[in-house]
């Protein structure tokens, strides 16, 4: 899954991507490098925001770039990474087959429950830890795997009950979404324990906050961009731990790491 930010002001890319005609020129890049599936989203989520992006102009950002990925080619697969249900109606109806909620259907409820299972998509239902402008205050919980496996098995629940087909939905643990620096590494490591759900699971580790401390030079985290050979090594490591689908800014570097560690897999299989 390649990561397409339409935002001035996303971690990692931030202003990059933020017009149209720029996006949809990266998306069809992604899409040539390997790219099964594009996230688009409109709006930031980074650690301490607190001014939500509307609804008008989520849907300004978001809709051209569906409209124009889909212009180019027709057949790409298009989840829109959005926790609104106006801006998740909208962008299904344009073409978009999936849509990624960091707040597992949470944030704009009860709204979002009434208008996933009317649409008929995909859904990621994904653990946030409270919201973002708290996630650098949490301290340290020994326990958070197992809140994000009660959590997320809720959520998952909770989407049935309203009507979601169980076959639609896929669970992300949501690396650094209210973890802190200590915590993902467990949540990594555990990750093979969250297939006791019976869902497809989703790996989103690229580029985080937890990796560019771990690779810190001189006492300064690593910048955003400069993680892609750490991102690869989480990438790695989902995939070991059996991740179905792993969301990446690095799409070229991603396709070769997965088909290493494919390979390895196949190989244990064979014995």
Request: with cysteine.
């Amino acid at each position: 899954m390649g990561v397409v930010n339409v935002t001035p002001d996303s971690f990692s890319d931030g202003g990059d991507f933020f017009h149209a005609d720029q996006a949809i020129a990266h998306a069809l890049q992604l899409l040539e490098e390997g790219a099964d599936i594009l996230d688009i989203g409109g709006e930031s989520t980074r650690p301490g925001k607190k001014e939500p992006v509307t609804e008008h102009e989520e849907l300004r950002r978001v809709l051209p770039v569906i409209a124009g990925v889909l212009r180019e080619k027709p057949g790409a697969i298009i989840s829109v990474d959005t926790y609104k249900s106006a801006v998740a109606e909208q962008a299904v109806r344009k073409g978009a087959e999936i849509v990624n909620d960091v707040s597992g259907m949470s944030w704009d409820y009860p709204k979002m429950t009434e208008t996933i299972p009317a649409l008929g998509c995909g859904l990621i239902l994904m653990h946030t830890n409270g919201m973002p402008e708290e996630w650098r205050d949490h301290p340290f919980d020994p326990l958070l795997f197992d809140t994000v496996l009660h959590e997320l098995s809720e959520s998952a629940h909770r989407a049935e009950h309203v009507g979601v087909a169980r076959d639609r939905i896929m669970l992300d643990p949501g690396f650094g979404f209210g973890k802190n620096f200590e915590e993902n590494y467990p949540l990594l490591a555990r990750f093979d324990e969250l297939h006791s759900l019976g869902y497809p699971l989703l790996s989103g580790t690229s580029r985080k906050s937890f990796i560019g401390r771990t690779l810190a030079r001189d006492g300064v985290d690593l910048a955003p961009k400069d993680r892609m050979l750490g991102s690869m090594a989480t990438v790695t490591a989902s995939v070991m731990k059996g991740a179905h689908i792993v969301r990446v800014h690095d799409v070229k570097e991603a396709v070769e790491t997965v088909k290493i560690a494919d390979a390895i897999l196949n190989a244990v299989k064979k014995g």
